[in-house]
Structures are given as structure tokens and as C-alpha cells.
């Protein structure tokens, strides 16, 4: 519960605009973890991907196209070494056709109500990115 009973504001808009025809359906502020590092910044669900912008640095953006993504789950965080025990017990992790993983961490009860959402859409694209029958 957020300090005091404020609500959290809700993250602005991504500095970049959107290519015509995409429109931004959830966003949330949220934490890329990769390797022993973790960006803190915001992740936006749109119709045709997943677009993380980190706060600073100079690799800002983490883009994971829907036609790419094999299947979405929430698991615990394999790299926490430290912290306190219920530290990324659950994030949401999405796996790319290629064997990658990009993880997320954001608020329990958010990530589970986004999984669906993010389901969806690999649900959607898959067929597209099956090649045709010739």
C-alpha cells in the first residue's frame, strides 16, 4: 500500500511517439532485471509489443515485439542472491522464440493482472508469425 494512502501517480507517456496505429492499453512503473543488474523505469503493454523505458543510462529502451514472444509466466526471480525473503518471490517473464528471457518486476497483484494480457497478444501474434502454406 502506497505511504500514507496516495495513490501512485500513473507513469507518463514513453519520451518516443508510437508508429500510427499503436496505442498503449496498460503502463506501469517496473524494474528490467537482467543479469545482477535491475533498471528501474517504465513498461507499457501496447497492441503490438512490450516497451520498457529505463529512468537513465544509455541503453534506455527494452522492446519485445508480441511476434517474438514464445510464452509469458510469472516465476520467482532466478538471479536474487540477497535481499529480503519475499524479494521478486514473483515477476512476470517473458521467453522470445530466440531462448531469451526478459523479466519484469512490478507489483504482485499488477502482474497478475497483466499475464492475461500479455497472454492475449502472444496468442494473437502467433499465427502471424507462422510462414503460410505454399
Request: net charge negative; hydrophobic share 35%.
Amino acid at each position: 500500500m502506497p505511504l500514507f494512502g496516495r495513490k501512485p501517480k500513473p507513469p507518463s507517456p514513453p519520451s518516443v511517439e508510437l508508429p500510427a496505429g499503436e496505442e498503449i492499453e496498460q503502463a506501469t512503473r517496473a524494474t528490467l532485471l537482467q543479469g545482477k543488474s535491475a533498471m528501474s523505469g517504465k513498461l507499457y503493454l501496447t497492441n503490438r509489443r512490450l516497451l520498457f523505458e529505463a529512468e537513465k543510462g544509455e541503453a534506455r529502451w527494452m522492446i519485445v515485439p508480441y511476434s517474438e514472444v514464445r510464452s509469458a509466466g510469472l516465476y520467482p526471480w532466478p538471479g536474487a542472491t540477497m535481499g529480503a525473503p519475499r524479494s521478486r518471490q514473483q515477476c512476470l517473464c517473458v521467453e522470445t522464440a530466440q531462448g531469451e528471457q526478459v523479466w519484469w518486476d512490478f507489483g504482485e497483484k499488477e502482474e497478475r493482472a497483466w499475464l492475461p494480457l500479455v497472454q492475449a497478444h502472444i496468442g494473437v501474434a502467433e499465427p502471424a508469425a507462422e510462414p503460410p502454406d505454399a
